[in-house]
């Protein structure tokens, strides 16, 4: 089955949000109360009920005011930090296109997998003690039709294919952008987690972080200890004692008692 | 009783223990919201742009059932929006499920501070009683120099930007047959 990708061209996006509304809509989300927090963003930050979220990212660059647009939600990544971190068998699955979904039903809160994320993006619901992120409309998908989001956005600014065809088409407009004057133009897909199924087109890739992408994004090193050296040495630990106890009854037998 | 879901998940459960992983199908179990839902093409009503929009109603329209609206997207045969939608557009869901919307006239009487609830019936007899009181005292059948005009000046009229051309052809008509020079429309207020 071909690797599903989600291509969002910043320079494209208006800030218009209406990928936001599509999301909470098809998502039937509660509405939250926003706050104003000086800038024209909805939110401050996603919630267990609020998946996606466009950064309006206000700064100067080169002395002139530059507001960079980014779509801040799940990266879908090829190496997923949040997969590797999980312990509930079947709470968190890549599907084989690529997406990776949580099922809720068997999410445990334990929220491991916001530790494991390098881009921080799970959140745990406070009433439900579920974590909760984007699914890139698996339900959708499933059936043929492109992520809500992508349905709704007006500019064509956010795209769905498959990840070879995004990443080509990535390729040509960062190029073409570089020959309009665009010096610094580049394609962000995650390095360091294996390619991510959100593809970015940057204006200013050589400072993925003003957009609020981490710049080179990783499984946390304490994860990566947990789940694999640790988690080897608890296995051994666990098979030898075992072991050992069966060795003892077969030299030495079960235990007797002795009566006083 | 086992429900479709239950089913596939105990399935899920049986065949993983038998040593076959089909955690992916746990995820295909989720369900489509409008895989059984009746299609109706609408116009968005906001602004004059006039998006195409796809307005999803769960129910079959059985004698027992009344049908809700549960998904609202644009509709990708429309040439003006192909699919797409605004902010606002996208959530004309909310627009017609909606405790605060309007189902009946409401009249503030001169001096009143408060809307009170009014029938269909009273409302249009009260504004055709307005429009016949208004064209008694102000329609002009000649100028100043003696020509025949037929013009009605202390009258206009404004247009929503969701009308369809049927409707459009419908007011023109009653626009002249009243006399109304006025006629403005909302995709230019």
């Known amino acids: ?260 | 009783m086992t429900s479709r879901r239950d089913f596939i998940r105990t399935g899920v459960a049986v065949t993983t223990a038998l040593g076959f992983d089909l955690r992916p199908a746990i995820a295909a179990a989720r369900e489509l919201k409008i895989s059984r839902t009746t299609q109706t093409n609408s116009v968005c009503p906001y602004c004059a742009v006039g998006c195409s929009v796809v307005i999803h109603t769960l129910g079959d329209k059985a004698r027992n059932v009344r049908p809700t609206v549960v998904h609202v997207e644009g509709d990708p045969d429309s040439p003006i929006n192909r699919g797409t939608l605004c902010s606002k557009g996208i959530s004309l869901k909310e627009f017609i499920v909606n405790d605060r919307r309007l189902t009946q006239p409401l009249h503030r009487a001169p001096g009143s501070a408060e809307w009170k609830p009014m029938a269909w019936d009273d409302a249009v007899e009260r504004i055709a009683r307005h429009i016949k009181n208004t064209r008694d005292k102000g329609f002009a059948e000649k100028d100043s120099q003696g020509r025949t005009v037929n013009r009605l000046p202390n009258l206009a009229m404004i247009g929503g930007c969701t009308d369809t051309n049927e409707i459009n052809y419908l007011i023109s008509k009653f626009r002249f047959g009243l006399g109304i020079l006025s006629y403005e429309n909302q995709s230019r207020l």
């Open chain 1, 1 to 260: 089955m071909q690797t599903v990708a989600k291509l969002i061209d910043t320079t494209l996006c208006i800030g218009c949000k209406a990928c936001e509304v599509a999301c909470q809509e098809w998502n039937d989300q509660e509405f939250t109360m926003g706050v104003f927090n000086n800038t024209y963003q909805t939110m401050p930050d996603l919630a267990p009920n609020f998946w996606n979220l466009i950064k309006f990212n206000e700064l100067e660059i080169d002395g002139a005011q530059s507001w960079l647009m980014a779509k801040y939600q799940c990266m879908h990544c090829a190496d997923a930090g949040c997969i590797a971190a999980c312990p509930a068998p079947g709470a968190i699955m890549r599907l084989p296109n690529g997406i990776v979904d949580f099922a809720q039903d068997h999410c445990i809160g334990c929220g491991y997998c916001i530790t494991g994320c390098p881009f921080d993006v799970p959140r745990l619901c406070a009433k439900t003690k579920k974590v909760y992120k984007c699914s890139l409309c698996s339900d959708r998908v499933a059936v043929g039709l492109e992520p809500s989001c992508i349905k709704a956005c007006p500019t064509s600014c956010l795209t769905f294919g498959s990840r070879d065809d995004l990443k080509f088409a990535a390729d040509k407009r960062a190029a073409d952008l570089r020959k309009s004057g665009f010096q610094q133009a580049g394609v962000y897909d995650g390095p360091g987690v294996g390619g991510t199924n959100v593809i970015y087109v940057l204006k200013h890739a050589d400072r993925p972080t003003d957009y609020g992408l981490p710049k080179n994004p990783s499984i946390p090193w304490t994860v990566q200890l947990w789940k694999g050296p640790v988690k080897l040495l608890g296995n051994l630990v666990f098979v030898g004692g075992l072991l050992a106890a069966f060795v003892h009854f077969i030299r030495v037998g079960p235990k007797e008692s002795h009566d006083e």
